[in-house]
């Protein structure tokens, strides 16, 4: 990161995209473009950004959160999940966002397991909360952002608050060791786990934003991606503001018309989305995008699952613009090897490392691996935005390093000429439409259902979400399969644990297959559906 950027060793993420920015003579430039669901349009300077987060960081500090303690956010994308994302991290609070879809377990896993002293929510989303609240002893407020008087105990209403709060605010000077943001990430087995980040990691996401994304301050950029997932903290806030640079953030659903007026009618210069979302498109009468006023479009870049090669071929022929696909992961906190404009696009590959990133190809002996051979994705350790821990769980972190490589859990090869190919992961987690769902959770939530005696969880390939989420079910005795529980089914998991990971397919049968130590054999699971061979069964269960 230039030195523009960092005065007398403020790391503060907060700090650097608002206060800072409006130090570099940027107080009255948009920062924001809010665009709710109907289409109202709301500008937001740095100087308004700088003040309501302010606000946010008084009222923080009023109601006793000091340097450490964890807030999490738990909204859909709404100008209020920016602010109280920035003020949050001005008073040194650990920041965790959650996606707005997370059932109640989904929600006491992450706000138990931090220990969190408070969260901010949406009147339509209280219940969810209210209902844990008595498992929550840490759980001090909740601030209702929609709210504007205290509904009961502990619950307060986000408008008298910053009402109350002063547009002053002094950020404490924040070191780069400073820990700030927090995501959970799901794992194949057990809960999900705390992925802990610092304020220096803003040193690789302003610059990747700025060598990657290739954004400038003449720029106007939009990342669709929720600030519940790494890429929308990373790219939908830290990098762009870090920069100066004016984004749209908009409040609606997927809707390809509607998406291309909004690119054409804002001007929008750099666009990051998800294959998904673009496999999308590519399903939509093609006279929407010919339509299209594409020409401020400079470039679009694409992250969470590997691109299809078709839909590189899709674009150029449609767009008239590569797809640049990028590739990270929740631990990494910025992007690691990428694709991008004065790099040949290879489609199908993740393209090359960015700077300061060294990846190697490693088997699982620990011996380095040749070009075209594939093994374990690993980096060298020691980039600024490599995060600190596993909140709770140092042990699981420590395993993810050997011998100086963070080892990343995919498996890949790299070919003669430096360019990295995404095989696949090496343990069980399900990747849906750039969402990473525990196999664990959801059978976790199936086994809560009376009539499922045993389940087992397998991600398989999709055309659209790359991978589906197929729940095997064997139940009990005296219950049958029907319709009306396949509903139940989807509802409670969608209710416990998200919407996401709700099953796209119910498969039931007899038995789950399982190991000598009862451990469920989930790619036997995934053979049987795939027509293909399981391979070795010999620990299976007679």
């Known amino acids: 990161m230039s030195d523009e950027y960092i005065e007398n060793n403020q790391y503060n993420i907060g700090h650097i995209c608002t206060k800072r920015q409006c130090a570099l003579g940027r107080a009255d430039k948009t920062a924001m473009r809010w665009i709710d669901a109907h289409g109202a349009r709301v500008d937001y300077s740095f100087s308004d950004l700088d003040r309501e987060s302010n606000r946010f960081a008084n009222v923080l500090s009023d109601l006793g959160v000091q340097s450490g303690d964890i807030f999490f956010t738990y909204l859909p994308k709404m100008p209020e999940q920016f602010f109280a994302f920035l003020g949050a991290l001005k008073v040194q609070a650990i920041c965790g966002t959650m996606f707005s879809n997370f059932g109640e377990d989904a929600l006491l896993d992450r706000l138990g397991d931090s220990g969190a002293k408070g969260v901010i929510t949406k009147k339509s989303l209280l219940r969810k909360i209210s209902s844990i609240r008595s498992r929550l002893p840490a759980l001090k407020f909740i601030i209702v952002a929609d709210g504007d008087t205290v509904a009961s105990e502990g619950v307060l209403g986000l408008k008298d608050l910053m009402n109350a709060a002063s547009a002053e605010f002094e950020t404490p000077l924040t070191s780069a060791e400073t820990p700030s943001v927090l995501h959970y990430t799901s794992g194949s087995t057990g809960k999900p786990k705390g992925v802990l980040h610092r304020h220096g990691s803003i040193i690789n996401q302003n610059m990747t934003t700025r060598e990657v994304l290739g954004l400038t301050l003449d720029d106007v950029f939009w990342c669709t991606a929720d600030q519940g997932w790494v890429t929308g903290t990373s790219y939908g806030i830290i990098g762009p503001w870090s920069l100066g640079v004016t984004q749209v953030h908009y409040g609606g659903g997927y809707d390809a018309r509607e998406w291309m007026n909004l690119l054409a009618r804002e001007r929008i210069s750099v666009w990051y989305s998800a294959p998904t ?255 293909e061979d399981p391979g070795d069964t010999s620990t299976m269960e007679i």
Request: with cysteine; net charge negative; aromatic share 10%.
């Open 277 to 531: 979302a673009l496999r999308m498109l590519m399903r939509e009468d093609e006279a929407i995008f010919s339509e299209a006023d594409l020409s401020h479009l400079r470039h679009v870049f694409s992250v969470g699952e590997p691109l299809n090669p078709e839909v590189i071929h899709w674009a150029r022929r449609l767009l008239k613009r590569d797809i640049y696909d990028t590739w990270f992961q929740t631990e990494t906190g910025a992007i690691m090897i990428s694709n991008r404009p004065g790099l040949d696009v290879r489609p199908g590959s993740m393209g090359k490392q960015v700077a300061g990133i060294e990846p190697a190809i490693i088997a699982e002996c620990g011996a380095h691996l040749s070009d075209g051979e594939q093994g374990n994705l690993c980096l060298k350790s020691g980039w600024p935005s490599l995060f600190i821990t596993y909140l709770n769980n140092d042990a699981v972190y420590r395993q993810k390093f050997q011998h100086g490589y963070y080892h990343t859990g995919d498996t890949a090869r790299r070919d003669a000429d430096g360019y990295y190919w995404f095989m696949g992961r090496s343990d069980d987690v399900i990747n849906t439409a750039g969402h990473l769902v525990s196999p664990f959770e959801v059978e976790s939530a199936l086994l809560e259902v009376e009539e499922v005696a045993e389940s087992g969880v397998v991600g398989v390939p999709d055309e659209l979400l790359y991978e589906k989420v197929v729940a095997f079910i064997s139940l009990h005795e005296r219950y049958t399969p029907s319709s009306e529980l396949e509903i139940k089914i989807r509802l409670r998991v969608s209710n416990k644990v998200s919407t996401v990971a709700t099953p796209q397919e119910i498969i039931f049968c007899p038995v789950i297959p399982k190991n000598k130590s009862g451990k469920i054999m989930r790619r036997v699971l995934k053979a049987r559906y795939m027509g």
